[in-house]
């Protein structure tokens, strides 16, 4: 047989890469204790370790405000938190182990080490033990979309009135959103907007895509590499970017007319865990739990994991490692055995919301216990695939847990999903797996999240769970009771959710003034209807004393407004809320929080700087400026934005934006970077503003 020139380069690069990493591996060092933890009394934070590990960066006061939703405020951190002790990390490196990350959770240290360097390590008096890390040979794949099984694209909702005119505004994502009934939700003007979503996979090339490149990105890490970059970069796989990237557009993607994401108002954090290399020398399940970790602390609600792990190989890439690998028939599918699985637990204990994909491991025959690591996890949502007829995938993993809990909890559409691809701009691709059905499962919990932002993860998974919708096939004996271990459930859908909650609102405003008048506007939704004459708008000029509005119905569908009265000065700050009570006497707060928070904003925010044919230009405020300066503007319909910051001499610096927006409020903010991503000198630079043609220039002044 005659080999491919291909094929031998694959093998001798195996061969090289094998050779250079001959008797090392990759461990967990475990350790007694944490002594700055066991004997914190620094007084100079009020014996508090709480503001400690605030002010030293280790967590952050967004995750802590979650972690209040299921934690006593007199435990809401624990020793658990603090960091791995720093002089047991130098004292294995001084014996020559060469750390590569650590865990808070478990606290560990992960060492790639040879045998004699691993007898050190357990000869360490603070040295608990020791384990070989689980390496993954193939921890996710993209399924060839079936070319015998059609999609649909309906032109009209069949659950609700739509706020677009038909199905074209989602392109051909249209089908895998409607199944679990988005659009609907979407059309209230419910977009996932306050929620921080976290994703876990290979790597993420979004600047370079129509559908992503102005997603709201708020932290990335790459966690195989240890910077900041979780796109493609030397040393990685063409490929390795490819997966993540088609799993953050199904959540987070916009681009109209193609592909819309469930929660694409939402922001996200990226960590790039898992390794796409050109062989199979593979380390991941220590990646993915240090990815969580740091995403917990810095404060997610929601975390998207498409990625899982089974049987494990030894590094040199062949024949499986039957020591540190995962086995159903042995029992390893039981939520405490796996570290990722424990993570996960952790984190949903902590607050987050955890939605890990179930696997693509097949059910042959209807077999049982084909799922994934860590989708064994107690308290989360482990997701597994339907097509768009609500029929099972034949690649859906199945449960139960080794410890009888069902598995799937529920299931998405998982079969040809409309995705973006790498390189872009504009690829995209039909794309297959419980990877797809897992952030339409997530965005779900995060449009939930956007408007009960106190709920718990069992309040969402409870919620999602009882609002399922069973499929039932007549010649399907799994679909004949409910739950099950093929569907879990039901498969997810977001309109149902929303609606058993009775009474929600996007928690957003918009403005705008008509005859010298100012008028604030939201959105309210009640299953029994909105009683506007017992509603009411509160608004004030010093957040102290608050003068009461009426409200009134406007043109748009479910919108609800009240005018200000006595602004008389742009510098001026407004503060106000809604409180909007329905037909059966339910009362809803507008932001949700109402008076304790409500929504602030400056007075230029509420007058135009001019009318031009389609848009709204505010003053940038502030101006001048040293953080960050915001660009807002109303659109009056959908429209081809461009924002560009030019210098005096007329030099473009920066894109701010450039892309389709939909109608209504827009803000963005320019914190005086460069296209190179430094910071531009200080000095009088121009704000270009284009709508559909027309343009006005904003002056702003930047000082270091």
Same mark, same amino acid.
């Given at each position: 047989?005659?080999?491919?020139?291909?094929?031998?380069?694959?093998?001798?690069?195996?061969?090289?890469?094998?050779?250079?990493?001959?008797?090392?591996?990759?461990?967990?060092?475990?350790?007694?204790?944490?002594?700055? /933890?066991?004997?914190?009394?620094?007084?100079?934070?009020?014996?508090?370790?709480?503001?400690?590990?605030?002010?030293?960066?280790?967590?952050?006061?967004?995750?802590?405000?979650?972690?209040?939703?299921?934690?006593?405020?007199?435990?809401?951190?624990?020793?658990?938190?603090?960091?791995?002790?720093?002089?047991?990390?130098?004292?294995?490196?001084?014996?020559?182990?060469?750390?590569?990350?650590?865990?808070?959770?478990?606290?560990?240290?992960?060492?790639?080490?040879?045998?004699?360097?691993?007898?050190?390590?357990?000869?360490?008096?603070?040295?608990?033990?020791?384990?070989?890390?689980?390496?993954?040979?193939?921890?996710?794949?993209?399924?060839?979309?079936?070319?015998?099984?059609?999609?649909?694209?309906?032109?009209?909702?069949?659950?609700?009135?739509?706020?677009?005119?038909?199905?074209?505004?989602?392109?051909?994502?249209?089908?895998?959103?409607?199944?679990? #009934?988005?659009?609907?939700?979407?059309?209230?003007?419910?977009?996932?907007?306050?929620?921080?979503?976290?994703?876990?996979?290979?790597?993420?090339?979004?600047?370079?895509?129509?559908?992503?490149?102005?997603?709201?990105?708020?932290?990335?890490?790459?966690?195989?590499?240890?910077?900041?970059?979780?796109?493609?970069?030397?040393?990685?796989?063409?490929?390795?970017?490819?997966?993540?990237?088609?799993?953050?557009?199904?959540?987070? #993607?916009?681009?109209?007319?193609?592909?819309?994401?469930?929660?694409?108002?939402?922001?996200?954090?990226?960590?790039?865990?898992?390794?796409?290399?050109?062989?199979?020398?593979?380390?991941?399940?220590?990646?993915?739990?240090?990815?969580?970790?740091?995403?917990?602390?810095?404060?997610?609600?929601?975390?998207?994991?498409?990625?899982?792990?089974?049987?494990?190989?030894?590094?040199?890439?062949?024949?499986?490692?039957?020591?540190?690998?995962?086995?159903?028939?042995?029992?390893?599918?039981?939520?405490?055995?796996?570290?990722?699985?424990?993570?996960?637990?952790?984190?949903?204990?902590?607050?987050?919301?955890?939605?890990?994909?179930?696997?693509?491991?097949?059910?042959?025959?209807?077999?049982?216990?084909?799922?994934?690591?860590?989708?064994?996890?107690?308290?989360?949502?482990?997701?597994?695939?339907?097509?768009?007829?609500?029929?099972?995938?034949?690649?859906?993993?199945?449960?139960?847990?080794?410890?009888?809990?069902?598995?799937?909890?529920?299931?998405?559409?998982?079969?040809?999903?409309?995705? /973006?691809?790498?390189?872009?701009?504009?690829?995209?691709?039909?794309?297959?797996?419980?990877?797809?059905?897992?952030?339409?499962?997530?965005?779900?919990?995060?449009?939930?999240?956007?408007?009960?932002?106190?709920?718990?993860?069992?309040?969402?998974?409870?919620?999602?769970?009882?609002? /399922?919708?069973?499929?039932?096939?007549?010649?399907?004996?799994?679909?004949?009771?409910?739950?099950?271990?093929?569907?879990?459930?039901?498969?997810?859908?977001?309109?149902?959710?929303?609606?058993?909650?009775?009474?929600?609102?996007?928690?957003?405003?918009?403005?705008?003034?008509?005859?010298?008048?100012?008028?604030?506007?939201?959105?309210?939704?009640?299953?029994?209807?909105?009683?506007?004459?017992?509603?009411?708008?509160?608004?004030?000029?010093?957040?102290?004393?608050?003068?009461?509005?009426?409200?009134?119905?406007?043109?748009?569908?479910?919108?609800?407004?009240?005018?200000?009265?006595?602004?008389?000065?742009?510098?001026?700050?407004?503060?106000?809320?809604?409180?909007?009570?329905?037909?059966?006497?339910?009362?809803?707060?507008?932001?949700?929080?109402?008076?304790?928070?409500?929504?602030?904003?400056?007075?230029?925010?509420?007058?135009?700087?001019?009318?031009?044919?389609?848009?709204?230009?505010?003053?940038?405020?502030?101006?001048?400026?040293?953080?960050?300066?915001?660009?807002?503007?109303?659109?009056?319909?959908?429209?081809?934005?461009?924002?560009?910051?030019?210098?005096?001499?007329?030099?473009?610096?920066?894109?701010?934006?450039?892309?389709?927006?939909?109608?209504?409020?827009?803000?963005?903010?320019?914190?005086?970077?460069?296209?190179?991503?430094?910071?531009?000198?200080?000095?009088?630079?121009?704000?270009?503003?284009?709508?559909?043609?027309?343009?006005?220039?904003?002056?702003?002044?930047?000082?270091?």
């Amino acid at each position: 047989m005659k080999l491919s020139s291909a094929f031998l380069f694959a093998v001798l690069l195996s061969i090289f890469l094998c050779t250079a990493a001959y008797g090392q591996n990759r461990y967990w060092v475990f350790f007694k204790n944490k002594p700055e /933890a066991a004997g914190f009394t620094d007084f100079s934070y009020g014996g508090s370790a709480e503001r400690y590990l605030v002010d030293q960066g280790v967590l952050t006061t967004r995750a802590i405000d979650r972690r209040l939703k299921v934690l006593p405020a007199s435990n809401i951190v624990s020793v658990m938190d603090f960091p791995v002790y720093s002089g047991y990390i130098d004292s294995l490196e001084r014996a020559g182990l060469e750390v590569i990350g650590t865990s808070r959770w478990f606290n560990a240290a992960t060492v790639l080490v040879d045998s004699l360097q691993l007898t050190k390590a357990r000869r360490f008096s603070f040295v608990k033990g020791t384990r070989r890390v689980a390496v993954s040979r193939v921890p996710f794949s993209n399924l060839e979309y079936p070319a015998n099984h059609p999609r649909l694209l309906y032109k009209v909702s069949s659950a609700g009135t739509l706020s677009h005119a038909d199905s074209t505004f989602y392109g051909p994502s249209f089908t895998q959103l409607e199944l679990s #009934g988005i659009p609907q939700v979407q059309s209230l003007g419910i977009n996932g907007q306050g929620v921080l979503i976290g994703m876990l996979d290979a790597g993420f090339r979004y600047e370079t895509h129509d559908a992503l490149k102005n997603i709201k990105i708020v932290g990335e890490h790459d966690f195989i590499q240890n910077d900041s970059i979780t796109a493609n970069q030397p040393g990685d796989s063409s490929d390795q970017d490819n997966h993540g990237t088609s799993t953050l557009s199904v959540i987070g #993607g916009y681009a109209p007319g193609n592909l819309i994401g469930v929660s694409y108002g939402s922001s996200f954090m990226l960590a790039k865990t898992e390794y796409v290399p050109v062989t199979d020398y593979q380390w991941e399940e220590d990646n993915w739990v240090e990815g969580l970790e740091w995403m917990e602390s810095r404060g997610v609600d929601v975390v998207s994991s498409s990625v899982g792990y089974s049987t494990f190989v030894y590094p040199n890439g062949y024949g499986v490692d039957s020591s540190i690998s995962y086995f159903y028939s042995r029992g390893d599918m039981n939520g405490r055995t796996s570290y990722a699985s424990r993570a996960a637990t952790i984190a949903a204990r902590l607050g987050v919301v955890v939605v890990q994909a179930n696997g693509n491991e097949y059910h042959p025959n209807n077999s049982l216990g084909t799922l994934i690591i860590p989708a064994d996890a107690d308290s989360i949502i482990s997701v597994g695939a339907v097509d768009f007829t609500g029929r099972l995938a034949i690649f859906s993993s199945t449960g139960p847990t080794n410890d009888g809990r069902i598995k799937p909890d529920l299931v998405a559409d998982g079969v040809g999903d409309y995705v /973006a691809v790498v390189p872009g701009p504009d690829t995209y691709a039909y794309e297959s797996g419980t990877s797809f059905a897992t952030p339409i499962t997530a965005g779900i919990a995060a449009l939930i999240l956007s408007v009960r932002p106190n709920f718990t993860p069992m309040q969402v998974i409870n919620l999602l769970k009882n609002t /399922a919708v069973q499929h039932h096939g007549p010649t399907d004996s799994t679909t004949a009771t409910y739950p099950n271990n093929f569907y879990g459930w039901g498969i997810v859908n977001a309109w149902d959710a929303i609606k058993a909650l009775g009474f929600v609102s996007p928690n957003v405003f918009t403005v705008w003034t008509t005859n010298s008048n100012s008028y604030v506007a939201t959105s309210a939704y009640s299953t029994s209807g909105v009683n506007v004459s017992l509603s009411r708008a509160y608004y004030s000029f010093d957040g102290v004393n608050y003068s009461s509005a009426p409200l009134f119905a406007t043109d748009t569908a479910d919108q609800y407004a009240f005018r200000i009265s006595g602004l008389k000065s742009l510098a001026s700050s407004v503060y106000f809320y809604f409180d909007f009570t329905d037909s059966t006497g339910r009362e809803l707060s507008v932001p949700y929080s109402g008076a304790k928070s409500p929504f602030s904003a400056p007075g230029w925010e509420l007058y135009p700087q001019e009318v031009t044919r389609n848009f709204l230009l505010y003053d940038n405020y502030p101006n001048p400026f040293n953080t960050g300066t915001h660009v807002s503007f109303v659109l009056k319909s959908a429209s081809n934005v461009n924002i560009d910051v030019y210098d005096v001499l007329g030099r473009k610096v920066y894109t701010i934006f450039n892309g389709t927006l939909q109608p209504g409020f827009h803000d963005f903010v320019w914190n005086g970077n460069s296209a190179d991503g430094d910071q531009v000198a200080s000095g009088a630079y121009l704000i270009k503003v284009e709508v559909d043609g027309a343009f006005r220039v904003l002056k702003s002044l930047y000082l270091k």
